[in-house]
């Protein structure tokens, strides 16, 4: 099966198990809220779960994929609130604050991140000491020493008096952007009982691509084709990669990352042919 056909199967796997796991909730607008959060999008990080699982023979994480994505959908719905990104469209839809208000975006983002705890409780993943890793891991890749530092550092940055350089901004996505990217391609492993090392170091050169390359997309990209409103890092004067590097020399550093992600997988062979398709797909993506 080819890596789009694979990507294409784990993201339809991965709504239906989230969808499951809302199935029998109240009726009410937070849990439509949290459906609608969680529809749609490449799912990426969750396939990283799944076929670094599968790697080692697994075939049995879509509870820890549905839980990544889970929290991914929640640091979404936040991000596009009035006080931090201010967005009105996600994926081609009004975000959940246009379409019900912000109180309900609040609270279906603050269910889905418990929602994604409650899926990595699934006994499928493993004895205990390895659910709690993973949840553990999880906690700490999306809280203030990971995704919400890397969000935290974003906001200091609109506002200070000197514009963040290159090793600011790198740390400022390694957490933003990287450190969930990071948590999903360890997970396999973790689940697994193998060494995380070299997944680890692939993930870390594969998320700095993958926000080098978004900074690339919000200068040139479509706006149809990526589902929101481009070019707002350059309104605002928010230092990027493609700001601090130029264009030509920021798609220049994507693809040495790329390549750079590619070698750390080296030990896995043949068995690790859809990572490396997914790594070329985080710089050849339009969205």
């Known amino acids: ?5 694979v990507l294409t199967t784990d993201a339809a796997r991965i709504e ?18 949290m459906r609608y959060a969680l ?3 490449k799912r990426l990080r969750g396939f990283l779960v799944l076929e670094s699982a ?7 994480a879509i509870g820890a994929a549905a839980a990544v994505e889970a929290l991914h ?22 975000t959940v604050h246009v379409k019900w208000d912000e ?3 609040v609270l279906a983002g603050d269910a889905l991140q418990a929602l994604a705890f409650e899926l990595l409780c699934d006994p499928a993943l493993g004895a205990g000491d390895v659910r709690v890793a993973l949840i553990a891991s999880l906690a700490k890749a999306s809280g203030a020493e990971g995704m919400v530092l890397g969000q935290a550092l974003d906001i200091a940055a609109e506002t ?5 350089g290159l090793e600011a901004v790198t740390r400022l996505q390694a957490g933003k952007t990287g450190a969930l990217i990071c948590w999903s391609a360890e997970a396999g492993a973790v689940i697994s009982g193998a060494d995380p090392v070299p997944l680890r170091n692939y993930a870390m050169a594969l998320g700095l691509a993958f926000q080098i390359w978004d900074d690339v997309l919000d200068v040139e990209g479509d706006a149809a084709k990526a589902g929101k409103r481009l070019q707002k890092d350059v309104e605002v004067g928010k230092a990027t990669f493609v700001a601090l590097l130029g264009l030509e020399a920021a798609k220049g550093r994507a693809k040495a990352l790329v390549d750079e992600a590619e070698s750390h997988l080296a030990p896995y062979g043949a068995r690790a042919a859809n990572l ?10 339009e969205s």
């Not at 099966?1 to 056909?5: E, K, L, P, W």
Request: glycine share 6%.
């Open 103 to 105: 109180a309900t975006a």
């Open 1 to 5: 099966m080819s890596f789009s056909a």
């Open 54 to 60: 599968r790697m080692f023979g697994r075939s049995d």
């Open 73 to 94: 959908a929640y640091s979404l719905v936040h991000d596009d609130l009035p006080c931090m990104d201010d967005d009105d469209l996600r994926r081609g839809l009004p």
């Open 39 to 41: 529809r749609g999008g």
């Open 276 to 285: 490396i398709a997914a790594a070329r797909f985080v710089i050849a993506r």
């Open 16 to 33: 239906t198990r989230l969808m499951a796991a809302l199935t029998g909730r109240a009726d009410v607008p937070v849990v439509d809220a």
């Open 160 to 164: 200070a008096t000197t514009p963040l």
